[in-house]
């Protein structure tokens, strides 16, 4: 029987209720810190890893795995992560959902390997998502995985170590504002033994809780902030945002935080913008099917195909794409997302050329046929649909080209490329017998001189 098991669920509840309890409040005057100010020079050394990997892998994990998406044996709408408050669950019955999870076939080496071999660069997880279950083991709560659940291991550990042995860069996801369970936390209004002060509920739980992830697991190299706003006044997003730098200087953070911080990146959700957000650094956060957590009756899964554009269409307008899986709870990547990671990872083998370090092409969304990167005197073409007539046109394209060739061609044979033309731009002629890859296929166009 587990420590949580041999505790009675009020015990648990009664002890959130003392922890988050009266304490000295987050004073207005307390470290009005704003984002720093930056030399150009600085922040593109910090930013330049990010920028350079262009492609990370996103991980929803928590207890709410176990609810799988239903409660009282019916399903609830939503995604799989949010089921507490859709369903208006009260915390002495959503707490239940701990007795039982037990992740024993979580492998963070194979998690790791699988993002690695994807052609992802960095690494995302929950630490503590809206429900306020820790992933980790943590001193501010018992309600963490560690303590509360039959498993009694901490899995962020375990994945930080696979991540420095494969040379994976990660990241902790933490919800800094909804917190259902511990008392002053934002929402949660559902069940009165959920009411508090939110200073204390900074000062007891989000404080302590900072300081343990970015202190116990040695480099960690991004904080993403969950809606902004709420019980994050500018004094409290002060105190948390002073704490940070503190002990990770070089962190990159979200927009999310609130109190007016507007971050390292800009953070648009299960869409693409048009053009981007030019002078910002940003990055698009997509599922592969239609949840973050665990549901296990989602099977609303994107194409392989359609991943690989939304890569590419990221990239070329200058973000990076954060792809989503949602583990089970017995800790494992659905067998969907695997498969389509490992084709994903297939494709990035041959043409990761041509999204990593790349910077957003002039073109945008106007090109038909598909989407452009660039990196240094190199376009990359990424064909979606070749036109009947196989020509690739790239309007109002002044620069000469040097040279033509398919990206997975190694011997860069030369393709037909028209002279610069104040009106139709440059155009290449992909030759008959080319075989086009089924998603995207890859076209490098070695400029003669500066891009214009």
């Given at each position: ?9 009020g ?7 003392v ?5 000295g ?35 929803h994990w ?17 995604i ?7 369903a ?14 037990n992740?024993?076939?979580y ?34 709560s018992?309600w ?7 498993y ?8 930080a ?31 009165p033994?959920h ?56 962190i990159?953070?979200?927009?999310r ?22 002078g910002?650094?940003?990055e ?14 989602d ?13 590419c ?29 490992k084709e ?27 989407r ?11 064909v ?21 060739y ?47």
């Amino acid at each position: 029987m587990s420590r949580y098991q041999g505790v009675a669920v009020g015990m648990m509840i009664a002890c959130l209720a003392v922890i988050a309890g009266p304490a000295g409040a987050a004073s207005p005057d307390a470290a009005q810190a704003s984002d720093p100010v930056e030399t150009q020079e600085e922040r593109d050394d910090r930013m330049g890893w990010w920028r350079e990997a262009r492609f990370g892998m996103f991980i929803h994990w928590g207890v709410y795995a176990v609810a799988a998406g239903e409660w009282d044996g019916k399903p609830v709408g939503g995604i799989g992560e949010w089921i507490m408050s859709k369903a208006k669950i009260p915390i002495a019955d959503y707490s239940k959902l701990a007795q039982t999870f037990n992740p024993e076939k979580y492998n963070a080496e194979a998690w790791v390997l699988a993002a690695k071999d994807a052609g992802m660069k960095y690494i995302v997880i929950t630490t503590k998502h809206h429900d306020g279950f820790a992933m980790f083991k943590t001193a501010a709560s018992p309600w963490n995985i560690v303590d509360a659940t039959p498993y009694k291991r901490d899995p962020i550990k375990d994945l930080a170590d696979a991540c420095r042995k494969h040379g994976m860069r990660l990241g902790f996801y933490y919800s800094q504002n909804l917190d259902w369970t511990h008392p002053g936390g934002g929402g949660g209004d559902w069940d009165p033994s959920h009411k508090g002060d939110p200073d204390d509920y900074v000062n007891k739980i989000v404080l302590p809780q900072v300081k343990e992830v970015l202190g116990n697991y040695g480099p960690v190299d991004v904080l993403w902030w969950d809606i902004p706003g709420g019980v994050i006044n500018k004094p409290r997003a002060d105190l948390i945002y002073k704490t940070v730098k503190e002990l990770q200087p070089k962190i990159v953070m979200n927009n999310r935080l609130g109190g007016g911080y507007r971050g390292d990146t800009e953070t648009p959700e299960q869409h693409i913008p048009p053009k981007g957000f030019p002078g910002r650094d940003w990055e698009t956060c997509m599922t592969m099917n239609g949840t973050w957590g665990f549901k296990k009756n989602d099977d609303k899964w994107k194409s392989t195909t359609s991943l690989l554009r939304n890569l590419c269409d990221i990239a070329s307008k200058g973000g990076n794409y954060l792809l989503n899986v949602g583990p089970t709870p017995e800790g494992e990547i659905p067998a969907a997302s695997l498969e389509r990671l490992k084709e994903v990872g297939q494709w990035m083998k041959d043409n990761g050329e041509s999204i990593y370090g790349t910077s957003a092409a002039p073109f945008g969304e106007a090109l038909r046929w598909g989407r452009v990167t660039r990196k240094g005197d190199t376009l990359y073409l990424l064909v979606f649909d070749l036109p009947k007539d196989r020509l690739l046109a790239l309007p109002e394209l002044k620069t000469p080209v040097e040279k033509a060739y398919m990206l997975t061609d190694r011997e860069k044979k030369a393709l037909a490329v028209s002279m610069p033309d104040t009106q139709t731009g440059v155009t290449v002629t992909v030759p008959e017998g080319v075989v086009m890859d089924a998603s995207v296929t890859v076209v490098a166009v070695k400029l003669a001189g500066k891009l214009e």
